[in-house]
């Protein structure tokens, strides 16, 4: 499905009607001719000052009541390539002073991709390189009950990629009923302003999208790559 543009509004997906209605994504069969509607969230955070990475545990309030599942969406310039920089999310009233605090993370690694955090290692659903001074808008949709996320990343080339599928909250973190903070920062020993953070909205989100993996058994034969 295409995804379409408006100026200080954020796109949160092609509906049934203009108002409520039902999501159709990717997955859904239409049997019919039908007008889909694209509906919209307003960018409050389009005041949202820029937030440079830093070299603490500094962070910015996001505000309480974010519980349930929440979807935020943000974009993210890194101005070095192949650098350590992550990204945290928490609780609003969770100690942020350590790597192993934050359950949601997400990261430039050195060798040029982004990675997330899945239970006791960073990983990546897909490969996604990024380059430096290219913008990426990030959607990280959270499922607070099940301590589940998914990470998509979307670049200049509009193209949204699966980074993270289904990701458990960090092992050994500490445990939050909702999202309430972002910090930015480098790695240990990581100068501050390597990467800046725009435009950070946080909303109510829907279901946890499930992905499922197919592996092909030849048996006995051979199964081309493609």
């Given at each position: 499905?295409?995804?379409?543009?408006?100026a200080?509004?954020?796109?949160?997906?092609?509906?049934?009607?203009?108002?409520?209605?039902?999501?159709?994504?990717?997955?859904?069969?239409?049997?019919?001719?039908?007008?889909?509607?694209?509906?919209?969230?307003?960018?409050?955070?389009?005041?949202?000052?820029?937030?440079?990475?830093?070299?603490?545990?500094?962070?910015?309030?996001?505000?309480?009541?974010?519980?349930?599942?929440?979807?935020?969406?943000?974009?993210?310039?890194?101005?070095?390539a192949k650098?350590?920089?992550?990204?945290?999310?928490?609780?609003?009233n969770?100690?942020?002073?350590?790597?192993g605090?934050?359950?949601?993370?997400?990261?430039?690694?050195?060798?040029?991709?982004?990675?997330?955090?899945?239970?006791?290692?960073?990983?990546?659903?897909?490969?996604i390189?990024y380059?430096?001074?290219?913008?990426?808008?990030?959607t990280?949709?959270?499922?607070?009950?099940?301590?589940?996320?998914?990470?998509y990343?979307?670049?200049?080339?509009?193209?949204?990629?699966?980074?993270?599928?289904?990701?458990?909250?960090?092992?050994?973190?500490?445990?939050?009923?909702?999202?309430?903070?972002?910090?930015?920062?480098?790695?240990?020993?990581?100068a501050?302003?390597?990467?800046?953070?725009?435009?950070?909205?946080?909303?109510?989100?829907?279901?946890?999208?499930?992905?499922?993996?197919?592996?092909?058994?030849?048996?006995?034969?051979?199964?081309?790559?493609d």
């Open positions: 499905l295409p995804t379409p543009t408006r200080d509004y954020r796109f949160t997906g092609w509906y049934t009607e203009a108002i409520g209605g039902t999501p159709v994504t990717n997955q859904t069969i239409i049997q019919e001719d039908m007008t889909l509607y694209a509906q919209w969230t307003e960018i409050a955070g389009s005041v949202w000052e820029p937030y440079p990475s830093t070299a603490n545990w500094n962070s910015v309030d996001l505000g309480s009541g974010h519980t349930g599942n929440q979807t935020i969406e943000f974009v993210v310039t890194p101005l070095e650098q350590d920089g992550s990204i945290f999310f928490t609780g609003q969770t100690l942020l002073s350590d790597w605090h934050a359950p949601i993370a997400i990261r430039f690694f050195t060798n040029g991709y982004f990675e997330a955090r899945n239970g006791g290692s960073y990983m990546a659903t897909n490969q390189a380059e430096a001074n290219e913008s990426y808008t990030v990280v949709d959270i499922d607070l009950e099940n301590k589940k996320y998914n990470v990343v979307t670049g200049s080339d509009g193209e949204k990629q699966l980074l993270a599928a289904g990701f458990d909250f960090r092992t050994g973190a500490q445990q939050i009923t909702d999202i309430g903070k972002v910090c930015a920062r480098g790695g240990a020993g990581v501050e302003g390597k990467f800046v953070i725009e435009d950070l909205t946080i909303q109510a989100g829907s279901e946890l999208e499930v992905f499922h993996t197919v592996t092909f058994n030849a048996n006995g034969g051979s199964v081309s790559p």
